[in-house]
């Protein structure tokens, strides 16, 4: 089997190793030349890829940003990014040269499958015409289908082959093409009526999660005021065996997954007269909570009679989520920004973040860090990082993820 994958980022590389492994020939194109350049000299950009991975599948990929290295592919696999613009609408533009460029390149029999996240409609009102500009029709001359890309980096307990994939075909034969593509690497295929129920299924998913966050944080706002330990009262509601999932709140929501997803729904839903109310109003609330933590830390300091103009603020943890070194729309970076305006004297410790380059700031060691700060605030809690060091060595700590859930001592606060 040939595959081709369009786009090499967090998930379209690991897809062509896997296939790779698998026993596909498998050709990755991508814009990026120095990136290319790199992989063909076995050299990794994504954390969950090692260079030995690329090593063990050499055989068996290629690099290329030439289109037409596609022509022979049985299935083509698109996996580009799909951001929002300046003013929150869906940005398409790279699935669209995706598909552009592919329909140069189409023939007869091939399979297209887009894995990117984006709104029900797009994978039949936006690519297919983009393939049928070759004259070829959908779903009799080639096949069509969406299947969501699940992959969350880090993550070791579930993999691509043991985490369930949705697909949605233009046809039932469309659907069957991909199904017999994606039975190469993945145990458990799950098919859908269309591709429409697919795309939707995937933002179902981070919906589902964006507006729970969003809950978890208000109430945590909420507790604040009450006097009450919203981390004690997250554990206890856990105990429920039935009808509860744990969420936690926390310094907000960043990622490139939930901080965009949500709005590619909400703009299509204005299209059918439609206001998704739970989207909107989770996106506020989780956008308020770096603020949030800033007036949390000025009141912090304030207890100690420190004005937050030329405090020394340690951030500990800067990237979006435990144990990944990714900063994009991660909610310390707009702590960071609120507090360098306020005129704090601001440093952070990541071991997986070596600089912020906007920020013109590098990860300090932590020690010698702690020695000196006013305030230690614990952002992302990494495994690699001792914690309990900062809340005994910090004058004082804000823990923004409850890692000091149960501790009486004073100098430690929570959210
Ligand atoms: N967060 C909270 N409280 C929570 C959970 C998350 O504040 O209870 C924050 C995180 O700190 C982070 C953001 O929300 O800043 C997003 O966290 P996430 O755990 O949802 O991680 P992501 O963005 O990597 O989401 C991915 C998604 N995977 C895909 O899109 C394929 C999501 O569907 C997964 O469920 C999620 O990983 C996961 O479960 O880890």
Known sequence: ?????????????????????????????????SMLAALREGKSHIEDVADSELAEVAEKTSFTSDVADLAACDAILICVPTPLTENREPDLRALESAGRAIGTIIRPGQLVVLESTTYPGTTRERLVPLLEASGLKAGSDFAVAFSPERVDPGRTDFTLRTTPKVVGGLTEACADRAIEVYGAVCDHIVKVSSPEAAEMTKLLENIFRS????????????????????????????????????FEPGPGMGGHCLPVDPFYLSWRARQFDLSTEFIELAGKVNQQMPYYCVDRIASSLNDGAIALRGAKVLLVGVSYKAGVGDIREAPSLKIAEQLLEAGADLSYH?????????????????????????????????????????????????DLRGISRGSTDGAVIRL
């Open 211 to 246: 507006v729970n966050i969003a809950l978890m944080n208000e109430l945590a706002m909420l507790a604040d005021r009450m006097g009450i330990d919203i981390w004690e009262v997250v554990d206890a509601a856990a105990t429920k065996p039935y009808g509860f999932m744990r």
């Open 1 to 33: 089997m040939n595959i081709g994958i369009v786009g090499l980022g967090y998930v379209g590389l690991p897809l062509q190793v896997a296939f790779a492994r698998a026993g596909a020939d498998v050709v990755g194109l991508d814009l990026n030349e």
């Open 350 to 398: 990541d071991p997986h973040v070596a600089e912020l380059k906007d920020l013109q700031l590098t990860s300090v060691p932590l020690e010698e860090a702690l020695e000196s700060c006013d305030i230690a605030v614990i952002v992302t809690v990494h495994p690699s990082v001792d914690h309990q060091l900062v809340m005994s060595r910090a004058p004082r700590t804000l």
